[in-house]
């Protein structure tokens, strides 16, 4: 028994991004699912799809939400699942995020949302271009 992944983003940025991950470990090592949103969605009918995925995926340990921007319709939907079941939500999902969470799947649910902290903000880097091709 694992912690279930929900991924609520915009469009297929959810599905491209556990496609892209499960392809690179050769694996999807937690009970995952993606929601799609479209801009032009009706949130509260997108509300009831998401509270649906999300009881699929809770085995008893809870439900990791990763969704892709705070403030935006996919967040603002992810984090009103709290009220109803046990889910945690990380917003900010990016593809380092999503590969560290799937590398822990014995995690608590607690565990994994820091993991999913630590993978995306520590997969953010500025990239110095080489000093020999420097120009001012």
Sequence with gaps: MSVGLLIITHGAIGEDLLATATQMLGVCPLATD???VAFDCDPDVVLEQAMEKARRLEAGLGVLVLTDMYGSTPSNIANRLPE????TVVAGINLPMLVRVLNYPRLSLNELAQKALSGGRDGVLLCSPRLDRVHD
Excluded: E, G, I
């Excluded at 109803?84 to 889910?87: E, G, K």
């Design 84 to 87: 109803q079941l046990p889910v």
């Design 34 to 36: 993606t929601l799609a």
